[in-house]
């Protein structure tokens, strides 16, 4: 059976890193073919050492001569900057483009991986944030699918496989964050330290911010809309602390369908790499045989304002997704590097979402322009604190 060949955006991040254990425990089905990350050189380093890939791209070009100096003894090639990403997915050596690069950086590689008809194991919820219509229009026009890896959408797609009957509504569940059940007392003077202790998952800086603040639930009810075709209205969030059931999906009898597990992203990983075929995995189980509660209750949204925001910016439409994750992205660094408190994050965003051009039919150029525009203004108001 021929080996899968797969291009690994983001392969130093969290997803990259948990791909490549799958891809280490069953090396008769997967090839590392392309390895790419943003900043960190030592890793990657290591994984070209031991994966061997074809090539590797270290997008800061500072760090450039340093891995291709640490990496002149093997037959690996190494290339930098973000077009690079751009130009090698389009090779004819990948069958699959994991797409686990962060933030709005994702999007240009995924359209350029989808016009060469790669699938897409897609990670990146922010591609589908800043430009769902695009992203989609493009998918059906090239017949490129694309296979959910957040595990909360890879939930969503698992429910729905084999069902002829439309969906009626997704329960999009949410652990709650490290601040689910603390007083507002307490979130108001939230430290960094304090936003980075999620309960449940092991992520990267900028995605635990966003549990922290309910903005990645947000862009997960963004992400729904697209990748199922749903109105906005059909989305509930529910929290369910002990993040054993991954999502939900309500048909038109009543019934609901839902996949469990113990919290592990390599499920939802290895699912969208070798679909439809289940791999073995050495996930722990859940054990039935002990007392299990599950609990579900509804988010704060006057807590976590930044859900309402994204329900906001789904239903104006056009461009307004986009602003609001440009904005997001400049708070979040802003909070990460102590120049605001952890409540003004969605006050930046607000105000960003309020004063940036709305484009009501978007296409890719404006999609540019308007992620530099609202960065501007997010910047300018921080300025002002």
């Known amino acids: 059976m021929k080996k899968k060949r797969i291009a690994i955006l983001g392969s130093t991040g969290s997803i990259g890193t948990q791909t490549l254990d799958i891809i280490r425990s069953h090396g008769d089905k997967f090839i590392a073919e392309i390895l790419v990350a943003n900043n960190n050189a030592e890793l990657l380093i290591r994984q070209a050492i031991e994966f061997q890939p074809n090539a590797v791209i270290i997008v800061n070009e500072q760090k450039y001569d340093f891995v291709r100096n640490a990496l002149a003894q093997y037959p690996i090639k190494v290339y930098t900057k973000q077009e690079s990403i751009e130009q090698i997915v389009c090779s004819e050596n990948i069958d699959t483009v994991l797409a686990a690069i962060v933030g709005y950086a994702g999007l240009?590689?995924?359209i350029s991986a989808i016009k060469a008809k790669k699938t897409i194991a897609?990670?990146?919820?922010?591609?589908?944030v800043v430009a769902g219509d695009l992203i989609m229009n493009l998918a059906e026009l090239y017949?490129?699918?694309?296979?959910?890896v957040d595990s909360e959408h890879s939930a969503i797609f698992q429910s729905i496989l084999g069902e002829p009957n439309a969906i009626e509504k997704i329960l999009l569940t949410a652990s709650g964050g490290p601040f689910f059940n603390i007083?507002?007392?307490?979130?108001?003077k939230a430290t960094k330290t304090d936003a980075l202790k999620h309960p449940r998952?092991?992520?990267?800086?900028?995605?635990?911010?966003d549990s922290a603040t309910m903005m990645n639930k947000g862009f997960e009810v963004i992400e729904a809309r697209w990748l199922f075709d749903v109105k906005p209205e059909q989305i509930q969030i529910v929290v369910h602390p002990q993040s054993i059931v991954h999502s939900m999906v309500q048909f038109a009898d009543g019934s609901v369908k839902a996949q469990l597990s113990e919290p592990d992203?390599?499920?939802a990983i290895a699912y969208a790499l070798n679909f439809p075929v289940r791999l073995p995995l050495n996930s722990k189980r859940i054990d039935f045989s002990k007392f299990l509660t599950l609990e579900f209750q509804n988010p704060d949204v006057n807590r976590f304002p930044c859900i309402t925001l994204a329900y906001e910016a789904l239903n104006k439409g056009g461009n307004a997704a986009c602003i609001m994750n440009a904005a997001n992205e400049t708070a979040v660094d802003a909070f990460l590097t102590d120049k605001i408190n952890f409540l003004q994050i969605a006050s930046i965003i607000e105000k960003t979402m309020n004063s940036t051009t709305f484009i009501k039919k978007p296409d890719i150029n404006d999609y540019i322009a308007t992620d530099t525009e609202a960065r501007k203004k997010a910047n300018e108001l921080l300025n002002k604190k």
């Open 143 to 148: 017949q490129t699918p694309i296979i959910p």
């Open 122 to 128: 897609l990670a990146n919820k922010e591609t589908l």
């Open 183 to 188: 007083d507002s007392e307490f979130i108001e």
């Open 108 to 110: 240009k590689p995924v």
């Open 201 to 209: 998952w092991t992520m990267g800086k900028k995605i635990t911010i």
């Open 265 to 267: 992203m390599r499920i």
